[in-house]
């Protein structure tokens, strides 16, 4: 194994950090894990297939078209459905967004197929000497728009008012409401922004490597693994998990077998819930809470250590 | 609620009874329905199972085709390369699964459900991962268990009828005792139950365990059934979803829901739908969608209700008619 394929391994873990932030978002703030976000990723995957098939554009382009479409889709979703199903039961938002998978699945094996399908860019299969390693174009991409999206995603949080209702909706609902926040919209908001954040990961996804309707499950505990090893709602940490599991992928496909990096992703998850299931970055060891989720205020690691 | 041992057992005589017509059964009826019969008494079994962690006790396994992976492999591991009975390998292949689900449970139970179910789908990966490329277990070309040490086509049909009346049981059991109280104040109020001296961790690992295990019974008679195994079918993720549909089409947490879930799903939706298997995943994610956001106790929650409805009228009606007393009526008199 060299050091060339560490590098590139990190830098495919821009793309992993980007998979993973809409679910961190919306764990975060709505306290609602999305089973449906892999089908998201693929989604934004085939909407810019099919759109490059018709028009001879960049695949990164489609986001402008794409990123709005599946935005309005997964706001009218969570108002429609998943609003009302939240805090009825722990099991309900769960087996509903379980069933958005399922349905996503199905259509996409319907019209597509399930052979793996990709984007070409033509900068997507170059390759760019630094310090004498080959770096593959599309990891430097992925992981630039990666740092882009992160920091912006974590300006607002932090920077606007938007973000300041967005943040006081997940660390008390109640409070913010009767202070003019609207919890709904708020809402769907995140979850339209986080699914559209996704499918930006689903374009990078189908043009660097491919996607199949199969790879929604997988790519959900990808993202998920990402999002326990930066601590949830932690944007910035989001970055660190993502670069941190593109690394061991790489080292263990590297070393032992390309058949085996998808395991250990997985195998890295199992070992994170048992010696760290906060994350990577929470310092102390709080008493146990009722729920989990670290809101998006402690997003900074100066809020985590208080 | 717990019951009295006497409202207990005359529930068990009723399981007791259909178990009794079940294991008459081969022989008296054709081969079709019988096959047919089979089958759905394999998924009434599964979804049973599933029931136990993922009703009761309100966790969404995603990882239970491990389960029946283990059970399966475990099973032919022991007769092929261990030239044990099947007897000795069904029960083999419930208890290795019982005790990965004992192992399972240390990182995946720390924290809530939420971390579980994507836990469980990990883990679901992991096992179909590793046994396409595992030598000892024929990679991906599986297993084939020498027929003539296999039992015959009733004693088969029995086994899995005892089997799946056995999930029953279990789980009519688990639902009148104080661990089932203990369990379904975990899932309903986990800061209250633990409040009261329960442990969340330690009932929701019994539950999962016990759930494992009759799982890897199941999927043991899966590979009896079967004959000739390998990864891909017996470690395939549609085990778990189609039990999870089962059960909550059907009614979660309760006896009755994963029987007619299983009924509705296989002997209804995916008989009928079978050269459409796209179909049938689609329409799986919407009936789920639907019964969740409608109807979340599922058919077995909607006959309880109409049956109050109908017990409601008829108190009414047959009753003595005594009209509450009304303002109206007060100034009337």
């Not at chain 1, 995140?190 to 189908?206: E, H, N, R």
């Not at chain 2, 086994?159 to 056995?166: E, G, K, Q, R, Y």
Request: hydrophobic residues 55%; contains cysteine.
């Amino acid at each position: 194994m060299t050091a060339e394929a560490l590098v590139n391994g990190a830098l495919l873990g821009g793309l992993y950090a980007l998979v993973a932030l809409g679910l961190s978002l919306v764990f975060g703030i709505m306290r609602v894990v999305n089973l449906a976000h892999g089908i998201i990723v693929i989604a934004g995957a085939y909407f810019a297939i099919v759109i490059t098939r018709q028009v001879p554009v960049d695949p990164l382009l489609t986001f402008l078209v794409v990123g709005p479409a599946i935005f309005l889709i997964a706001a009218l979703t969570q108002r429609l459905l998943l609003q009302r199903l939240i805090g009825q039961s722990l099991e309900a938002p769960l087996v509903a967004t379980f069933g958005l998978l399922l349905v996503g699945q199905g259509l996409f094996t319907y019209v597509f197929g399930t052979s793996p399908l990709s984007m070409s860019a033509p900068w997507a299969q170059n390759s760019i000497s630094v310090f004498g390693m080959s770096i593959l174009t599309v990891n430097m991409v992925a992981f630039a728009l990666a740092v882009a999206v992160i920091i912006a995603t974590q300006l607002v949080l932090t920077r606007t008012r938007f973000g300041a209702a967005l943040r006081a909706s997940a660390s008390d609902p109640e409070t913010a409401s009767t202070l003019g926040v609207n919890i709904n919209k708020m809402h769907a908001l995140t979850f339209g922004i986080a699914a559209s954040i996704a499918a930006l990961a689903g374009i990078v996804y189908g043009t660097g490597l491919s996607v199949n309707p199969n790879d929604a499950l997988p790519m959900l505990v990808l993202g998920f693994t990402v999002v326990v090893m930066g601590g949830v709602g932690n944007v910035p940490g989001t970055l660190v998990g993502g670069v941190l599991v593109g690394v061991v992928a790489a080292a263990v496909g590297g070393l032992i077998g390309p058949v085996y990096s998808p395991i250990a992703v997985n195998v890295l998850l199992l070992i994170l819930l048992l010696v760290r299931p906060r994350g990577l970055f929470v310092r102390t060891t709080p008493r146990k809470p009722k729920t989990p989720a670290v809101t998006p205020n402690a997003a900074t690691p100066a809020e985590v250590a208080a | 609620m717990i019951g009295s041992p006497k409202r207990i057992a005359s529930g068990i005589a009723v399981w007791l009874v259909i178990l009794g017509v079940l294991l008459y059964l081969p022989g008296h009826i054709g081969r079709g329905p019988q096959e047919i019969l089979l089958n759905l008494l394999i998924w009434i079994g599964l979804a049973q199972a599933w029931n136990i962690i993922g009703g009761v006790g309100g966790q969404l396994s995603l990882g239970h085709s491990v389960f029946v992976g283990a059970g399966g492999y475990t099973l032919a591991m022991m007769m092929i390369k261990g030239g044990l009975s099947w007897p000795l390998a069904v029960i083999g292949g419930g208890l290795l699964s019982a005790l990965l689900a004992w192992f399972l449970a240390l990182p995946l139970l720390r924290l809530s459900g939420v971390y579980f179910t994507i836990g469980t789908s990990a883990v679901a990966i992991i096992a179909l991962g590793w046994m396409v490329t595992w030598d000892w277990t024929g990679e991906a070309r599986g297993l084939n268990i020498p027929l003539d040490a296999l039992p015959s086509k009733t004693l088969k049909f029995q086994l899995i009828a005892f089997l799946a009346v056995l999930c029953c049981v279990v789980t009519y059991l688990i639902l009148h005792s104080s661990f089932g109280l203990r369990l379904m104040a975990v899932r309903d109020d986990e800061g209250a139950a633990s409040a009261l001296g329960v442990s969340p961790r330690g009932v929701k690992a019994k539950a999962f365990i016990v759930s494992a295990f009759l799982t890897g019974l199941m999927g043991s008679t899966i590979a009896i059934n079967q004959a000739s195994i390998e990864p891909y079918s017996m470690f395939n993720l549609r085990w778990t979803v189609t039990a999870l549909v089962m059960v909550i089409v059907g009614g979660l947490g309760t006896v009755w829901g994963p029987v007619i879930g299983a009924f509705i799903i296989y002997y209804l939706v995916d008989r009928s739908l079978q050269d459409q298997p796209v179909i049938q995943a689609l329409l799986s994610g919407v009936l789920i969608i639907l019964v969740i956001s409608v109807a979340p106790d599922g058919v077995v929650g909607l006959a309880r209700s109409a049956w109050a409805k109908v017990r409601a009228m008829r108190d009414a009606s047959d009753g003595d008619p005594q009209e509450p007393l009304t303002p109206g009526v007060v100034a009337h008199a």
